[in-house]
């Protein structure tokens, strides 16, 4: 089975809950004893997903206005980005969209963009409705889902859908993210001292 | 054998004598404080949080353990329904938590699947700590445990529940982690071999084999013969109960050695049921104790002796120091450090799984804390260096272990590299004289410079695995992750190729850098914010930053960093580094707080302005441009990006704080004012031909909206007309004090020493009010509204925004600043037009 590493991002206001949804994500089948990580910042797992391993990498960002230009920095080669915004806060679904237009601009060319309305639970408080964020994901192409970290509601769907829409790897193995370029070398080489 | 002092005086005094002695050595001699705690005696301690009595029934423990890490564990004291029950999360999708009974046979608890019994309940969690026997996992001690140092931090251990037992997150202050391996399950014997590896031999296995394979050496000139033939009594025979005893012995040497918290063996020492057939009376250990109490006493002495005393006495033996075994058949190798300090892997004898494409480092600890590294070992950097290698080789990976392959391949790297006539050989001494030969170039950027050296650095690797030996050899290793041989071909390669040019690359590249003139940005900035505590600097409330002590510990870390020459073995230090902060941010963190990059980020730049900020830039250059680019993808690469972006941060910083506080303070207003705005709609001016920040099509939700707009004060979101104006607006309004003050700034840096932006502003408000009050003309203020002062300006950018005239007047009112500041540096027009983009892109009055 082909394993293959997934960079991805996530981005979003501070506070949406960016970090807890990776938690959340990781945490099924956390043990600490086989891959721990520093801290939420940056986490992994690995998923099936058809005949191959999907090993996610997940880099946190920080969502303060003052860090925003440091964002390319973190987002640079990434297969997917995640933008989280708080269903309850009409003001990070904004920058949830500059956050797109930003990708759009300077991100990696074919990046999958997942759109995370976060904290579907508190639904009461709901300032941006449903509807409208889904709109807006279908305008850009986008997945969409709204989750919530605290009562796990979605998040193993975002990665899924993530899963779904990496492009397949093609028999040439050109795709960035593998991890056979020393075995696949010598042996290269080998053929060539044989003859 | 290793159990703590404290607990051998609880319980032994005729010991008393003994492990007085030692105490009294090791402090004169170490200044050591004795008082650290085992991990036996933390979890003793806290007995009552992992082995609730009570309430806590079968269901109750599932219920508390489901989802919980695998491993996590609880015990449940027998009852009238249950036998003791050992209930273990499992992990995985499901949940799922599996009971094991847990048999009391006279005075030894042991599961009952398995044959291996313990003299109490801790002892038998220590030991499946560590191996997980018969079952699917290892259990988990929660890491907080470990971090316990002093007395009154464990004496709030006896109050713990299972509740905070169960809880991974309250991390404390792992770094002055001083529990060592609880060793007193006897069914298991330990020894720490030359090399520092921890050795876990399964009796059983040595009631088959007897165990003088270990005792076994070819040369050993330190060696005399009574403690061999000592051994040699001692040897399993079928007909005399093993115990173990002179493994055990040498396992306290070592442990002394390390950690100063072991002690002889206690007398209510666990019960080894090796198999059922011949179980080991209690009676037979006691019986055989004086003897081996006097071993242990007079090698205890040799030992500190050997430590503190440059000659030794002619008379005393010579110390029992156990050479790694020869035929380590069944044996677990787990590298010290790993095995001491984190929960190990759920089993030993899994083959290696390291991932080395990250670079995880999670699992291996601190360093030795320099109390005892000085005496213990003479050659840290070595001892590092071993270290590093022992983690790339993987944690287990020296199952069977001596002469792996993965050191065979560094070996062999190196050999090549000095073999005269060699293609490998000459290609490294090549690069090695070029690199050295060339000085700095006026222009040439510190990266260019790292850049070469780093394509250098792949083409030596693709010259090696061209050479046939190399081919053979990674042939050979076909269990061995691919990430892995590249970690190992790198670090050769820094060995033989950039140990002897590093110190000439740093100093290029400060001459790079000093011409660029951003170092002195970096200290400027550095000097203007170092101030800051974590909150001005973005940071969560609530988020920890490192103490002093930690501080200190983290400086040495980085002076470690910068004298590495490796790039692999620098990250790996930074991931500590790192790791330790995180710890410091959990430290007084609620269970359940999950801290991300929104407070790591802050945190970081917190500590790093606290540090030798120049070398660390050069550090990360450094790391960034010359580790392998495949690495870069993985947590080492992650926190790399973190500290190059932080100090870009930093060096990049422009006090603004005038930009925030006009920003909040516009949005108050504004809120108010279109509360009031609303309002004055609502009741009369409803006819009146004048603009409100509601667009047309909304006016009539808008009045129907507008007593429950008042009623949200301070918000001034309105939830009725996406988008919200108060969102665009207040957008808007930031971008425009940002152009200002960024004008201002750049006039102010002109106009020397008027202090900061923020004075400024104070000083000479009116000269951009002015500007864009006029640049925004035809859109009145409105009279009727009695505005604070201080935000007039932005009143009328408010005003501006309802119409596209207004908008125009912004792009306006850029345009001008623009022009007026005559010259903005790049990084602020870039920005500006950044702003503006996003600006027009934002979806107003359409």
């Known amino acids: 089975m082909t394993l293959r590493e997934l960079k991805v991002c996530l981005l979003g206001d501070t506070g949406v809950g960016k970090s807890s949804i990776v938690w959340r994500f990781v945490e099924d089948n956390f043990d600490p004893n086989i891959n721990p990580t520093i801290g939420a910042s940056f986490m992994t797992k690995t998923v099936q997903y058809q005949n191959e391993l999907h090993k996610f990498l997940i880099w946190d960002t920080a969502g303060q206005e003052r860090f925003r230009a440091l964002a390319p920095m973190y987002y640079r080669g990434s297969a997917a980005a995640i933008i989280v915004y708080d269903i309850t806060k009409e003001d990070s679904f904004q920058t949830l969209k500059n956050w797109v237009k930003e990708l759009r601009q300077h991100g990696p060319p074919n990046i999958v963009v997942a759109i995370a309305g976060n904290k579907c639970d508190l639904s009461d408080a709901r300032e941006v409705s449903e509807k409208d964020a889904k709109d807006y994901a279908d305008s850009i192409h986008a997945i969409f889902v709204e989750t919530s970290a605290k009562n796990a509601i979605n998040i193993n769907e975002v990665f899924i859908e993530i899963s779904q829409r990496i492009p397949v790897l093609d028999a040439g193995g050109g795709a960035a993210g593998n991890g056979f370029k020393l075995r696949r070398r010598p042996s290269e080489t080998r053929t060539r001292t044989c003859c | ?378 050659h840290p950097s070595h001892r590092l260096a071993d270290k590093v290698k022992h983690r790339l080789s993987a944690v287990g990976l020296a199952i069977g272990g001596l002469g792996c392959p993965q050191k065979r391949l560094t070996k062999r790297v190196q050999e090549l590299s000095k073999r005269k006539g060699g293609l490998f050989a000459e290609a490294v001494t090549g690069f090695v004289e070029m690199t050295l030969g060339a000085g700095f170039i006026p222009g040439m950027t510190g990266a260019d410079l790292l850049q070469e050296v780093r394509t250098a650095l792949t083409a030596l690797r693709e010259t090696l695995l061209d050479c046939p030996e190399i081919h053979i050899l990674i042939d050979s290793m076909a269990d061995t992750p691919d990430g892995e041989l590249d970690a190992i071909l790198e670090l050769s390669l820094h060995k033989v190729a950039l140990k002897p040019v590093s110190a000439h690359l740093y100093t290029c590249l400060q001459s790079c850098w000093d011409h660029d003139g951003s170092l002195r940005k970096l200290r400027e900035n550095q000097r203007l914010l170092e101030g800051r505590g974590v909150e001005e600097l973005e940071g969560t409330p609530g988020a920890g930053v490192p103490d002093p002590v930690t501080l200190e510990k983290i400086q040495q870390r980085w002076s470690a960093m910068h004298q590495s020459y490796s790039p692999s073995r620098k990250v790996h230090i930074l991931l500590k580094v790192c790791k330790t902060i995180y710890h410091s941010m959990t430290a007084n963190a609620n269970p359940g707080v999950v801290y991300g990059a929104d407070d790591f980020l802050p945190c970081l730049t917190w500590v790093l302005l606290r540090s030798d900020v120049v070398t660390l830039q050069l550090d990360t250059n450094y790391m960034m441009e010359l580790l392998d680019p495949t690495l870069l993808q993985g947590e080492g690469g992650y926190y790399l990006t973190s500290l190059y972006a932080s100090l870009f941060y930093i060096s990049s910083f422009r006090p603004r704080l005038a930009t925030r506080q006009l920003s909040t303070e516009a949005q108050q207003s504004l809120s108010q004012w279109h509360r009031r705005r609303t309002l004055h709609c609502n009741q009369s001016r409803r006819s009146m031909n004048r603009r409100t920040l509601r667009r047309p099509g909304h006016s009539e939700m808008g009045r129907e909206k507008s007593s429950y707009a008042e009623t949200e004060t301070g918000t001034g979101s309105i939830t009725d007309a996406p988008p919200a104006p108060s969102s665009v607006v207040a957008k808007a309004l930031h971008i425009i004090s940002e152009v200002v003050v960024a004008v201002r700034e750049e006039e102010g840096s002109r106009a020397e020493g008027q202090g900061s932006p923020a004075a400024q502003l104070q000083a000479s408000p009116l000269k951009e009010k002015q500007i864009t009050v006029e640049e925004l003309d035809g859109h009145p203020a409105g009279s009727e509204v009695d505005w604070e002062g201080g935000v007039r300006p932005w009143r009328c950018v408010v005003e501006g925004l309802e119409s596209k005239e207004g908008q125009a007047s912004l792009h306006r009112v850029h345009e001008e600043l623009c022009a007026r500041s005559v010259k903005l540096d790049d990084q602020t027009d870039t920005q500006i037009s950044q702003r503006r983009s996003e600006w027009t892109g934002l979806p107003v009055g359409d």
């Not at chain 2, 607990?7 to 010991?15: A, G, L, P, T, V």
């Not at chain 2, 079968?58 to 027998?78: I, K």
């Not at chain 2, 109050?159 to 529990?179: F, I, N, R, V, Y």
């Not at chain 2, 055989?288 to 002796?305: K, M, N, V, Y």
């Open chain 2, 1 to 378: 054998m290793m159990r703590g002092l404290e607990d051998q005086d609880k319980k032994d005094d005729s010991h008393r004598g003994v492990s007085g002695t030692v105490r009294t050595e090791n402090q004169v001699t170490d200044g050591v404080s004795r008082r650290s705690l085992t991990l036996l005696d933390r979890l003793r301690l806290c007995q009552d949080a992992w082995a609730p009595g009570g309430p806590w029934d079968r269901d109750g423990a599932h219920a508390a353990l489901w989802g919980r890490p695998a491993g996590s564990f609880l015990v449940l004291r027998d009852s009238a329904s249950q036998p003791i029950l050992l209930c273990v999360a499992t992990g995985g999708e499901s949940g799922h938590v599996r009971d094991n009974p847990i048999q009391r046979t006279g005075a030894a608890y042991q599961l009952s699947q398995s044959f291996l019994g313990f003299s109490d309940l801790a002892q038998l969690v220590v030991f499946y700590s560590m191996s997980r026997d018969v079952l699917p996992v290892c259990l988990f001690i929660p890491p907080w445990l470990y971090s316990l140092t002093d007395q009154p931090q464990s004496n709030s251990l006896s109050q713990l529940g299972p509740k905070s037992w169960l809880c991974p997150t309250s991390d404390l202050q792992p770094d002055h982690m001083t529990q060592r391996a609880p060793g007193t399950a006897m069914c298991t014997i330990q020894l720490t071999a030359a090399n520092g590896a921890l050795c876990i031999i399964n009796p059983l296995y040595l009631h088959e084999h007897g165990d003088d394979w270990l005792t076994h050496q070819p040369t050993s000139p330190q060696r005399v013969n009574r403690p061999a033939n000592h051994r040699r009594e001692r040897r399993l025979s079928t007909t005399r109960p093993w115990s173990g005893a002179g493994l055990l012995t040498k396992r306290a040497i070592s442990m002394e050695q390390e950690s100063y918290s072991s002690s002889p063996d206690n007398p209510g020492s666990p019960v080894v049921q090796a198999t059922p057939s011949p179980p080991t009376p209690t009676g037979g250990v006691v019986l055989r104790r004086p003897s081996r109490d006097a071993s242990i006493e007079s090698l205890d002495r040799t030992w500190s002796q050997d430590r503190t005393a440059t000659s030794r006495p002619p008379s005393d033996p010579k110390p029992l120091f156990s050479p790694a075994p020869q035929s380590p058949h069944r044996v677990s190798w787990v590298e010290d450090r790993v095995w001491l300090s984190k929960p190990p892997p759920p089993s030993l004898l899994r083959p290696p799984s390291l991932e080395m494409d990250s670079l995880s480092i999670s699992s291996m600890e601190e360093e030795p804390e320099s109390v005892n590294s000085p005496s213990h070992s003479p």
